[in-house]
Structures are given as structure tokens and as C-alpha cells.
């Protein structure tokens, strides 16, 4: 059985949640973790839920924005630390366009020690990718597709999994037509709601480049997507309330499955 562990759902400037990163498992515990939050908080909610980063031999960047890629650095350096001690067995992969590559690269060189940034290229594999590229990840074929963000450059991907459902992860911006071809017909659609449709004028997503609960949730519907899984959320609504406030706006759009998670939560794919 895998599964999937949102270990954040938060946008790049709440506080009490972390930011939006997530693990997809293996029955035998190897890992892919997907995008890494701000910072070390990543190492935490790790701990958290019981993971460990000896079984993370794969890493998917999205791309350069740091509440996605600073946790990266703090990954290479825990499993950099784990090498020198023997304790890390393989390697550790890391796929993202050659920008984001070039920044975790230059980050690490410049805050971490030189016996650590010494297993570039040996152990830690920095493997880069572009639209349309298709690489096999621990058993799923995956392929990458550029989101035609303004405002980065970022990829999403969709992937088979092993039972042979349908993966696609749509990265922080809202749909646009130039992923369809990719994504249509997912059995599991993962996209980002910043805030509910009825609370757009005050928190202005579309001026972020962001989306509602309500658009993503019409985008699942003309997609053909069996489920829906909302995160990159604004963090003001307390954590108690936002499931239930986010459900009943995304029933108004979508009758499939959807999923609200909090940090730490797990679904079985």
C-alpha cells in the first residue's frame, strides 16, 4: 500500500502551518519526498510522523521559491551527515530543472561544511529535468511538465503508481490549459487552494498568482479527476475550522473524493 503524507499544507508566509511538501511511501518505507519547505522544520515533521531520512533516496524540486527549497538544503545535509557516519545506504537523487539544481548546489556550497559538499556528484545525484521529461522513480514512471508559471520557473508532474493509478501534482499555481494533456483523468488531482472563493477580496489570491478552493475544485471537475487534494492554504483560518469551511465550498464545484489535510495527516493511495 502507499501512501501519501502531507508533512506541510501552508504557503510560503504562515506560521502555524508548515509550508506545502509531502512524502509518497512505499510498502517497504522507501520514500519520495516532494519539495522541502523553508528550512529545517522540515527534519521535524519528519520526526513527527515517524519517518526517517535514511529512506529518502528521492527528492522532487518544483522549483526556486524558498518556502520550497530551503528544506532541500537541510535534507542534504542530514543525509550528508548520515554518509560520513555510515549510516545512509545508496544515494540520494534529486530532480528538478537545472536552475533549481544550480541554487541547492550553491546554497549547500555556501552553508555547509566542505566535507559535506565533497559527496556532490557521487552520492548526492542531482538529476535535471524539463518539460516533457519522463524518468522511472522508485518503480513509477513519472513525467515532468512546466506549469508556465510568470512567476518562477516550476515543474509539476504526474506519475503511474504501483498500483497503477494515476498521480498528478499541479505545483502552487492554478491550472492552466497547457496541462491538461498531462493530468486529465487522474485519479488523484493534488493543486493549490490559498484561500475559500467567498473570502477572495480578503486575501487577494489572484494577485499572487494563486487560486480558491472553488476554482480548484471546478478545474477537478472539467479534468475528469476521480479525487482532489487541496493544500498551499493561507494560514489565518484557524486550523480547526478549514477543513469543514474548505468542504463545503468544494462540494458546491466537485462530486469526487476531496481531501483537505492538515499537517501530518496521511492518505492511503
Request: aromatic share 10%; charged share 20%.
Amino acid at each position: 500500500m502507499e501512501r501519501l503524507t502531507m508533512l506541510g499544507v501552508g504557503a510560503a508566509m504562515v506560521t502555524n502551518l508548515y509550508n506545502t511538501c509531502f512524502t509518497i511511501s512505499r510498502e517497504d518505507g522507501e520514500l519520495l519526498l516532494v519539495d522541502g519547505g523553508g528550512g529545517n522544520g522540515l527534519l521535524r515533521q519528519l520526526e513527527k510522523v515517524g519517518l526517517s531520512v535514511l529512506n529518502i533516496h528521492h527528492a522532487i524540486v518544483s522549483h526556486n521559491h524558498s518556502d520550497h527549497i530551503l528544506g532541500i538544503v537541510w535534507l542534504v545535509r542530514a543525509v550528508c551527515q548520515h554518509i560520513r557516519k555510515e549510516r545512509y545506504v545508496g544515494n540520494l537523487h534529486i530532480y528538478a530543472h537545472q536552475k533549481s539544481l544550480d541554487a541547492v548546489r550553491t546554497i549547500c556550497g555556501i552553508v555547509m561544511q566542505p566535507k559535506l559538499n565533497a559527496f556532490f556528484d557521487n552520492r548526492i545525484i542531482l538529476v535535471p529535468i524539463e518539460d516533457g521529461s519522463h524518468i522511472d522513480i522508485l518503480g513509477r514512471p513519472t513525467t515532468f511538465f512546466n506549469i508556465q508559471s510568470v512567476k518562477e520557473l516550476q515543474h509539476g508532474f504526474t506519475c503511474q503508481l504501483l498500483n497503477g493509478k494515476k498521480l498528478s501534482f499541479l505545483g502552487d499555481e492554478p491550472f492552466c490549459e497547457y496541462e491538461r494533456p498531462f493530468v486529465q483523468n487522474s485519479d488523484y488531482l493534488l493543486q493549490e487552494a490559498y484561500c475559500l472563493f467567498s473570502e477572495k477580496d480578503k486575501y487577494r489570491p489572484y494577485e499572487k498568482h494563486h487560486g480558491t478552493v472553488l476554482d480548484s475544485c471546478r478545474n477537478a471537475y472539467s479534468l475528469n479527476a476521480a479525487s482532489t487534494l487541496l493544500f498551499h492554504t493561507e494560514g489565518k483560518t484557524p486550523v480547526e475550522d478549514r477543513q469543514w469551511k474548505y468542504l463545503a465550498e468544494a462540494r458546491q464545484a466537485f462530486s469526487g473524493r476531496i481531501f483537505i489535510p492538515n499537517d501530518l495527516e496521511s492518505i492511503e493511495l
